[in-house]
C-alpha cells in the first residue's frame, strides 16, 4: 500500500517509521524546512536550542524500544530541575510546603493556609473552569500566585474561560495536601505520586532524535518531502490525492490512505468532498495558540541551575525560560557562554507577532535585565523561532466541537487523524508516538483507537515511589 503522511512531527515520523518498517510505501510531507515540528531543534551558529525544552520520559514500553533503536547512544539521563518565578524569588515547582511558604512572607503564607483551608470546606462543585478547579486543590491565594498568570499568558484568555480539562489533563492528582503529607511522610510509601525527577535527553536535543528516525525511514524505502504545505485532501473511491504547496508550485501525489497530524481544523477544512456543515463549522471554530522562542547567547558561564523557569511575574512578558546548557552541555559550543530561550506565546492576530526579528530580541533582553539574571553587554546575539498553533486551546465548547468532528471522521475510512494538533489535545510528545503507532498498525491490520491514548485517569506524568 501507498501511504501519506501529512506533517513530519513526533506523531507523523512515528506512524511512518512503523509503516516503513513493515514494508509499506511511505511519503511523509511536511511543510517546514526540518522535521520535528514543535519538538524540532535549531542550530543557531553552532548553539542548538529547542522551541520549548522536551523532555524524553513515557510509561509506553513501544515507546522507550523506539527510542533505544532510532538513538541507541546519545541518550543523557538528566535531573528534573524546574521553579517558579514570582515577586523576584525562585520557587520550587512542583510546589515544595516550607520553600513556598518561607519565600511567600508570613503574611503572605498563613493568608495562603486560610485560603486552602477554605477551599477544602467549601470547594467548587463539580469545577468546570480552570480557575475553580485549581482553587479546589490548594486554595484561592497559591491559585493567584502560583497558577493564575502564567496559564494566562500561556492561552490568551482568563482561566475562567480554561475549560478544567486543561488542568486535570496536566496536574491531576497534585495538590497542596498531598505535598504537605509527603515532606512529613504521612502518606503510605505506594500510594505517593510525584513528577518524574529525571528523564532522557538527546545530546543534541530532540530534533537529533527525529532526523535520526527520518533517515531510517528513507534508508528502509520511504520518502520525506520538506517545504511541502498539504492543501487540499481529496476522497475519490479507494484512492486519496493530496495537493501540495511544494516550493511554491502546486504538486499532487496519490496513496491508499492518509495520515495526518496537520492541525485539525485545517485537515477538516482541507477535505473534498466538503465536510458537513455542522463539521466544517465545528473544525472553523477550534481556536489555537501560536508560540516564538527568543534565543539568547549570554557571555556568562551559569546562571541558575534549572532545566526551565515559569514566570509568573506579569512585569514581565516571557511565560517561560529555557536553559539550554542545563539539559545538555552539548547544546553549547563554548562552556563560558550560556543560551536561553525565553518564549512567548501570543494569537498570530497580535501585534507581538509580526514584530521583526531584532524588536522580539530587544524585548527578550529587557525582560532577563528584569529578571535580574544579565547586563545588556553580556547578552551577545540571538535569533527568534515562531512557531504558529503550537497549542489547541480548551476554550468552551470545543468539547461539543471535537465531538461533532471525531463522529464524521469515524465515517471515512482513508483518513486517520494523530497528534497533538491532529486530535486537538494536549499531548507530550510519548502520547503522540503512540498515536502514530496505533494508526500505522490499523492500516496493518489491527484495530486501535488512536482518541483514546492520554485520557488515562492518572497523570501521565506521574510516578510511584
Not at 495537493?243 to 496537520?262: C, M, N, P, W, Y
Request: some cysteine; charged content about 25%; proline content about 5%.
Amino acid at each position: 500500500m501507498k501511504i501519506i503522511v501529512i506533517g513530519a512531527g513526533p506523531a507523523g515520523l512515528t506512524a511512518a517509521y512503523e509503516l516503513a518498517r513493515n514494508g509499506q510505501q511511505v511519503t511523509v510531507v511536511e511543510k517546514d524546512i526540518q522535521v520535528g515540528g514543535i519538538s524540532k531543534t535549531v542550530n543557531y551558529k553552532g548553539y542548538y536550542f529547542d522551541l520549548g525544552g522536551h523532555r524524553f520520559f513515557t510509561k509506553y514500553p513501544e515507546v522507550e524500544k523506539i527510542w533505544k533503536e532510532v538513538l541507541p547512544y546519545d541518550f543523557l539521563r538528566r535531573p528534573r530541575i524546574s521553579r517558579i518565578y514570582y515577586s523576584g524569588k525562585f520557587f520550587y515547582y512542583p510546589l515544595r510546603p516550607f520553600d513556598a511558604f518561607f519565600k511567600l512572607g508570613p503574611l503572605r503564607a498563613i493568608s495562603a493556609i486560610f485560603s486552602y483551608a477554605k477551599a477544602r470546606i467549601k470547594p467548587y462543585k463539580n469545577p468546570d473552569t480552570f480557575e475553580k478547579w485549581v482553587v479546589n486543590q490548594f486554595g484561592r491565594r497559591l491559585y493567584e500566585t502560583f497558577f493564575k498568570t502564567y496559564t494566562e499568558k500561556v492561552w490568551g484568555i482568563s482561566c475562567t474561560q480554561i475549560s478544567a480539562d486543561w488542568a486535570a489533563q496536566r496536574i491531576r492528582g497534585l495538590s497542596l495536601s498531598r505535598a504537605i503529607l509527603n515532606a512529613f511522610g504521612l502518606t503510605r510509601k505506594n500510594k505517593i505520586r510525584t513528577l518524574v525527577d529525571e528523564f532522557l535527553y538527546p545530546r543534541r536535543g530532540p530534533g537529533q532524535f527525529w532526523e535520526a528516525m527520518t533517515d531510517k525511514i528513507l534508508r528502509m524505502g520511504g520518502q520525506v518531502i520538506l517545504k511541502a504545505e498539504a492543501k487540499r485532501i481529496k476522497f475519490e473511491d479507494s484512492l486519496v490525492t493530496v495537493t501540495l504547496d511544494h516550493h511554491g508550485r502546486q504538486e499532487e501525489i496519490a496513496g491508499h490512505k492518509v495520515i495526518t497530524s496537520a492541525p485539525l481544523s485545517e485537515t477538516i477544512m482541507s477535505l473534498e468532498p466538503k465536510a458537513p456543515d455542522l463539521a466544517y463549522n465545528a473544525a472553523r471554530h477550534l481556536r489555537y495558540r501560536d508560540f516564538f522562542t527568543a534565543c539568547l547567547i549570554i557571555k556568562k558561564r551559569d546562571l541558575f541551575p534549572d532545566n526551565w523557569v515559569y514566570i509568573h511575574s506579569p512585569e514581565i512578558t516571557a511565560g517561560r525560560m529555557q536553559n539550554f546548557k542545563n539539559w545538555s552541555p552539548d547544546m553549547v559550543p563554548d562552556m563560558n557562554h550560556t543560551s536561553l530561550g525565553l518564549e512567548y506565546f501570543c494569537f498570530s492576530s497580535d501585534p507581538l507577532w509580526t514584530e521583526p526579528d531584532q524588536k522580539l530580541l530587544e524585548l527578550a533582553c529587557s525582560d532577563l535585565q528584569k529578571l535580574k539574571l544579565a547586563n545588556k553587554d553580556e547578552i551577545i546575539d540571538g535569533s527568534v523561532i515562531r512557531f504558529p498553533k503550537a497549542y489547541p486551546v480548551y476554550d468552551p465548547g470545543y468539547r461539543n466541537q471535537l465531538a461533532i468532528i471525531k463522529d464524521y471522521l469515524s465515517q471515512l475510512s482513508l483518513i486517520q487523524v494523530i497528534g497533538r494538533n491532529g486530535l486537538h489535545r494536549y499531548n507530550n510528545q510519548d502520547h503522540s508516538m503512540m498515536m502514530g503507532l496505533y494508526a500505522a498498525r490499523n492500516i496493518l491490520g489491527e484495530t486501535h483507537s488512536v482518541w483514546e491514548i492520554n485520557l488515562e485517569e492518572e497523570y501521565h506524568e506521574q510516578k510511584s515511589e
